[in-house]
């Protein structure tokens, strides 16, 4: 063990310093936010525990796919926890979602166990809304908090957070089946106080800190790549078994340990980083202090609509709305929202998210009518699981290597992504022999590809100062795009085709009898419509590029390397001491 071998040879002050600057260090917040995007998955669970609600509530299914329209909607409208976040300190908000989290799935776990009299129908939409919408919190709380504190490998931080996200629905599931075996009403109690938890215990943790450089950061987050590689092989490797395997609880406990020693395996990695800056610096452990945001002064002789942020004029959310500043200062947030750039952006995820998780949200539905056996619809549910998880990865890191290396602009790499999801698309329209396999690893691919790429390009046009908002109103184009796509296409034309085959089949259909389509017809126009509707965002997706071409060609992390003026002769690695948590017992100031 690389942490114990380096505990060993440390006398017991060294030991100190060194949990004091790994607690207090960037590193660190880091590792927090993996385990807090881990733990908060609970939306992508829903169809493990919808049987339940199902049965104890005696509800049909128009009603419990009510219920999961207001998840998918609680699960992708953080606008609120964006506006929060904007004032207050991170742990505000993760604490806020830690208690929406507990008590929106607690009171269905209420319900579904019969200890509560059963909700009327608004009531359980209210629950699974609230505890959906705690996602956001958690969100909100640690990732934004990581780009801030990571500017110029902001891409990478996305892929990686956002991959732990996709790979979180497994990692719970293995923890659900070692702790209560085949207790499915269990797992609604276990999403209702695991990532609560979680949240609470590094509350203090999370937070802003003044980024610095580091000249082996983009290795730093490899190694984490590498780690979460590991974990995403290991529980599809495990997903595969358990499918083919009956397992005993025994082997469950077997198989979690194993994901809760990669969980927290990136802990030895910050423990090597902090342990190199400590060797270079000999720290004194009684005197970390932790750099804190641009200070705020307002000044006696400035006017009531400005504050003076480093002796300029700061513009107010209200002002200048349709004069913005240059692509990449930091806008308000309304010269953000009502930017050309913006729109074309959020209108181009519409089109890319909305295709992708309509087709992933009836993907049990469409291998069925297609004809598929049941255990190659399993199959499909867990290769979008972890091709979700590469894309959002893959579009991270290698977008940020060749934004870094070749300037490529990031909304062409966009564009290409929703190029690529046409290919899914049109496999299942038109219902290629085995085609739902590969569109299953496409479609997964591209959805979570898109994500890290959207919100890296909001943070890159707009600037970090009110990432939190303009980050999740990015979010908002998910349910828009489902909303349209799956509701009014996908569902409607299932529907009228399922009619049409139980009328030429003479069969009269009975109250409440779910209407079932058999064959390609089902899907096809669907596909062929959200097809063109993809293809159609990606042209809008173009005409961002063209817009923004000359501004990726540029230095676009240039303002975060500002150069640092330092008292008493400090040096730039003892400025990068100070940052991560610590100081050489010199006092800084940058001008």
């Given at each position: 063990?690389?942490?114990e071998r380096m505990v060993n040879s440390m006398g017991l002050s060294e030991t100190k310093t060194l949990i004091t600057q790994v607690i207090t260090g960037r590193w660190f917040v880091v590792f927090a936010s993996f385990l807090?995007?881990?733990?908060?998955?609970?939306?992508?669970?829903?169809?493990?525990?919808?049987?339940?609600?199902?049965?104890?509530?005696?509800?049909?299914?128009?009603?419990?796919?009510?219920?999961?329209?207001?998840?998918?909607?609680?699960?992708?409208?953080?606008?609120?926890?964006?506006?929060?976040?904007?004032?207050?300190?991170?742990?505000?908000?993760?604490?806020?979602?830690?208690?929406?989290?507990?008590?929106?799935?607690?009171?269905?776990?209420?319900?579904?166990?019969?200890?509560?009299?059963?909700?009327?129908?608004?009531?359980?939409?209210?629950?699974?809304?609230?505890?959906?919408?705690?996602?956001?919190?958690?969100?909100?709380?640690?990732?934004?908090?990581?780009?801030?504190?990571?500017?110029?490998?902001?891409?990478?931080?996305?892929?990686?957070?956002?991959?732990?996200?996709?790979?979180?629905?497994?990692?719970?599931?293995?923890?659900?089946?070692?702790?209560?075996?085949?207790?499915?009403?269990?797992?609604?109690?276990?999403?209702?106080?695991?990532?609560?938890?979680?949240?609470?215990?590094?509350?203090?943790?999370?937070?802003?800190?003044?980024?610095?450089?580091?000249?082996?950061?983009?290795?730093?987050?490899?190694?984490?790549?590498?780690?979460?590689?590991?974990?995403?092989?290991?529980?599809?490797?495990?997903?595969?078994?358990?499918?083919?395997?009956?397992?005993?609880?025994?082997?469950?406990?077997?198989?979690?340990?194993?994901?809760?020693?990669?969980?927290?395996?990136?802990?030895?990695?910050?423990?090597?980083?902090?342990?190199?800056?400590?060797?270079?610096?000999?720290?004194?452990?009684?005197?970390?202090?932790?750099?804190?945001?641009?200070?705020?002064?307002?000044?006696?002789?400035?006017?009531?609509?400005?504050?003076?942020?480093?002796?300029?004029?700061?513009?107010?959310?209200?002002?200048?709305?349709?004069?913005?500043?240059?692509?990449?200062?930091?806008?308000?947030?309304?010269?953000?929202?009502?930017?050309?750039?913006?729109?074309?952006?959020?209108?181009?995820?519409?089109?890319?998210?909305?295709?992708?998780?309509?087709?992933?949200?009836?993907?049990?539905?469409?291998?069925?009518?297609?004809?598929?056996?049941?255990?190659?619809?399993?199959?499909?549910?867990?290769?979008?699981?972890?091709?979700?998880?590469?894309?959002?990865?893959?579009?991270?890191?290698?977008?940020?290597?060749?934004?870094?290396?070749?300037?490529?602009?990031?909304?062409?790499?966009?564009?290409?992504?929703?190029?690529?999801?046409?290919?899914?698309?049109?496999?299942?329209?038109?219902?290629?022999?085995?085609?739902?396999?590969?569109?299953?690893?496409?479609?997964?691919?591209?959805?979570?590809?898109?994500?890290?790429?959207?919100?890296?390009?909001?943070?890159?046009?707009?600037?970090?100062?009110?990432?939190?908002?303009?980050?999740?109103?990015?979010?908002?184009?998910?349910?828009?795009?489902?909303?349209?796509?799956?509701?009014?296409?996908?569902?409607?034309?299932?529907?009228?085709?399922?009619?049409?085959?139980?009328?030429?089949?003479?069969?009269?259909?009975?109250?409440?009898?779910?209407?079932?389509?058999?064959?390609?017809?089902?899907?096809?126009?669907?596909?062929?419509?959200?097809?063109?509707?993809?293809?159609?965002?990606?042209?809008?997706?173009?005409?961002?590029?063209?817009?923004?071409?000359?501004?990726?060609?540029?230095?676009?992390?240039?303002?975060?390397?500002?150069?640092?003026?330092?008292?008493?002769?400090?040096?730039?690695?003892?400025?990068?001491?100070?940052?991560?948590?610590?100081?050489?017992?010199?006092?800084?100031?940058?001008?």
């Open positions: 063990m690389v942490v807090i995007m881990s733990a908060s998955g609970a939306t992508y669970m829903f169809g493990l525990y919808s049987s339940d609600i199902k049965t104890s509530l005696a509800y049909d299914q128009t009603t419990l796919n009510l219920l999961s329209f207001f998840k998918d909607l609680g699960g992708n409208f953080g606008v609120l926890s964006g506006l929060i976040n904007e004032l207050t300190p991170p742990w505000v908000v993760l604490a806020m979602g830690s208690l929406l989290n507990f008590f929106g799935y607690f009171m269905i776990w209420l319900a579904v166990t019969k200890k509560i009299k059963k909700p009327q129908v608004w009531q359980m939409c209210l629950y699974i809304c609230i505890g959906a919408n705690s996602q956001s919190f958690a969100n909100t709380g640690s990732l934004v908090t990581c780009v801030k504190n990571f500017p110029e490998t902001r891409g990478v931080v996305l892929g990686i957070l956002k991959g732990y996200v996709g790979l979180s629905g497994a990692i719970i599931t293995q923890l659900y089946s070692a702790i209560y075996f085949d207790d499915t009403k269990a797992l609604i109690l276990l999403i209702a106080w695991l990532p609560a938890v979680i949240s609470f215990v590094f509350l203090r943790i999370v937070r802003y800190m003044k980024p610095v450089r580091q000249s082996n950061e983009l290795g730093v987050f490899y190694k984490f790549l590498y780690i979460s590689l590991g974990l995403a092989g290991f529980l599809l490797v495990m997903i595969i078994v358990q499918k083919k395997v009956s397992f005993k609880q025994s082997e469950y406990i077997g198989s979690a340990s194993v994901v809760l020693i990669l969980l927290f395996l990136p802990l030895a990695v910050v423990f090597v980083e902090q342990k190199k800056i400590q060797m270079s610096h000999k720290l004194d452990p009684f005197s970390v202090k932790i750099a804190t945001n641009h200070q705020v002064e307002k000044v006696a002789n400035c006017d009531d609509d400005a504050v003076v942020l480093g002796g300029e004029k700061e513009t107010r959310w209200w002002q200048n709305i349709f004069s913005p500043p240059e692509k990449g200062e930091d806008f308000t947030i309304l010269q953000a929202l009502f930017s050309i750039d913006m729109l074309l952006l959020f209108f181009a995820g519409t089109c890319g998210v909305g295709g992708t998780l309509t087709a992933i949200d009836n993907l049990g539905q469409i291998g069925t009518s297609l004809g598929y056996p049941k255990t190659s619809i399993s199959t499909f549910v867990s290769l979008v699981s972890i091709w979700n998880y590469l894309g959002r990865v893959f579009s991270g890191f290698v977008s940020e290597h060749f934004l870094t290396k070749y300037n490529f602009p990031r909304p062409l790499m966009l564009t290409l992504t929703m190029f690529l999801s046409c290919v899914g698309h049109l496999l299942i329209a038109f219902d290629v022999p085995n085609g739902l396999y590969v569109a299953s690893v496409i479609i997964g691919f591209c959805f979570g590809a898109q994500w890290p790429l959207i919100f890296a390009i909001i943070s890159e046009l707009f600037g970090l100062k009110y990432y939190s908002t303009l980050y999740n109103f990015g979010g908002v184009a998910s349910p828009i795009g489902l909303y349209v796509l799956n509701v009014r296409v996908a569902g409607h034309l299932y529907d009228k085709e399922a009619k049409k085959q139980l009328l030429k089949s003479g069969v009269p259909r009975k109250y409440g009898h779910e209407l079932n389509c058999v064959g390609a017809s089902c899907y096809k126009l669907s596909f062929i419509i959200i097809t063109a509707t993809t293809l159609f965002g990606a042209i809008i997706s173009l005409i961002l590029v063209a817009r923004t071409i000359k501004f990726y060609k540029g230095d676009i992390y240039k303002r975060y390397r500002e150069p640092v003026e330092v008292d008493n002769g400090a040096t730039t690695a003892e400025m990068t001491v100070l940052q991560n948590g610590g100081k050489k017992g010199q006092e800084t100031k940058a001008t």
